[in-house]
């Protein structure tokens, strides 16, 4: 495939000369673009002697003599004649520009004119990785559909330990070859059942038990089943994300909404996914009024809640039900112990409690245990990647 490699103005610009190499063993051609403080850091003639080509270095620049550009202006040809567009390091300047749509150098104006999939590896400092504005714009650009690569944790540049440093090459050459894969639309007869995030038990009106649970796994495994055509039913505990647009939502707090809402609407699923994080215990009775501190220790009194997916698993019929297990040990074992316990045909097993993976994280590493007694191992990814892949 054609690939036209943006490189901005950062530090990391070296990295993209080893990155636009391994593109070119992949089988890629590859069209360098340096912005005029990426020069700063790298020089075009790096990427011309890796590349074979020209590289493109600013709005007046001509195009190479080997490409055969279908039109005059530059810009517009280059964005015609390529398959994907590739910033690697993004800066936050670039990011910003894009989101913006801003167009006062070629890369700018290239990304405008440019209809195919674009992949940004952003790379900065981690305070302005961790600015407002900047998330403002990973946001706006995710949304339009491009594939973020988020930047790793470790010693920055300016001596600090933060997130801000350029993916691993590898990563970015796996969200490439992802990006160029055509859609997949395998999943148009299937309606999926999700529940995602936490639950809330009401101790009484200004107080709750609930577990640790951001929704980000079960959200983003709603996106990634309406992108491959499935009908979508997501049944979500309070979590602080956007629904994914066609998902058909059903708000609830409680285990037992969750319960109701899920038997509810099971009519022609197909496949539930049991992602929630679903409270093992209610308050035995929820109080009417604020309860008042008044003595020194409290004991509350706690009920089980109905349990879904074991529900699910005695119910299921042809449905594929699938579970989840958070545990801080014994992996195998215990998801072992869930698949059979619960009826389920694969449970999702995390192992939580690490600094970098399970809740909250945009991180994840698992493994899938089936009802064969195979474990597939899912070696740690972003939420996305891992659903898309
Ligand atoms: N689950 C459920 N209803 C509940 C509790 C859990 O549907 N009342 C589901 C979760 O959505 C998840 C799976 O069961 O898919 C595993 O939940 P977990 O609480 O870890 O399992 P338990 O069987 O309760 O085991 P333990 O708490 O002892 O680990």
Redesign the pocket.
């Known amino acids: 495939m054609r690939i036209v490699l943006g490189v901005t103005g950062g530090i990391a610009a070296y990295k993209a000369a080893e990155l636009a190499r391994l593109l070119i063993r992949n089988g890629h051609e590859v069209q360098a673009v340096l912005t005029r403080s990426a020069q700063e850091f790298i020089t075009p003639l790096t990427f011309a002697s890796l590349t074979g080509r020209k590289v493109i270095t600013d709005i007046f620049s001509s195009a190479s003599p080997e490409a055969t550009l279908s039109s005059s202006v530059e810009h517009i040809g280059v964005a015609q004649e390529h398959d994907l567009l590739l910033v690697a390091p993004a800066t936050a300047n670039t990011l910003a520009k894009f989101a913006h749509g801003l167009a006062d150098d070629f890369l700018s104006t290239l990304y405008l004119a440019f209809t195919g999939p674009v992949v940004l590896a952003p790379a900065m400092n981690d305070k302005m990785w961790s600015h407002p504005a900047t998330q403002a714009n990973v946001e706006v650009l995710k949304a339009r559909g491009h594939l973020m690569v988020d930047p790793g944790v470790g010693f920055l540049a300016c001596g600090t330990l933060g997130q801000g440093r350029l993916a691993e090459n590898e990563a970015i050459l796996a969200a490439v070859e992802a990006a160029l894969q055509p859609p997949l639309r395998d999943l148009t007869t299937e309606h999926i059942l999700i ?1 995602a995030g936490p639950t809330q038990e009401p101790l009484d009106p200004v107080r709750y038990l609930t577990n640790r649970s951001s929704g980000k796994m079960g959200y983003a495994l709603a996106q990634a089943a309406l992108d491959r055509g499935a009908r979508v039913t997501l049944v979500s505990g309070p979590v602080a994300l956007k629904p994914p647009v066609g998902a058909a939502v059903i708000p609830v707090h409680t ?1 037992q909404q ?2 109701d809402a899920v038997f509810a609407n099971l009519a022609d699923v197909t496949t539930v996914i ?7 215990y209610r308050p035995a009775a929820a109080a009417p009024e604020k309860v008042k501190k008044a003595t020194a220790s409290l004991n509350l009194e706690l009920t ?9 698993g005695r119910t299921k019929g042809n449905r594929l039900l ?6 801080t040990s014994n992996l195998r074992d ?1 998801a072992t112990r ?1 698949l059979e ?2 009826n389920c045909d694969m ?1 999702v097993a995390n192992l939580v409690g690490g600094p970098d993976s399970g809740f909250e994280s945009d991180n994840n590493e698992v493994v899938l245990a089936l009802k064969s007694g195979e474990f597939i191992d899912v070696p740690k990814a972003s939420n996305t990647t891992a659903t898309s892949a």
């Open positions: 529940t285990a969750m319960f049991k992602c929630a994080a679903v409270a093992d089980p809640t109905s349990d879904i997916l074991a529900e699910l699938i579970g989840f297990a958070a545990e215990y869930k316990a619960k449970i």
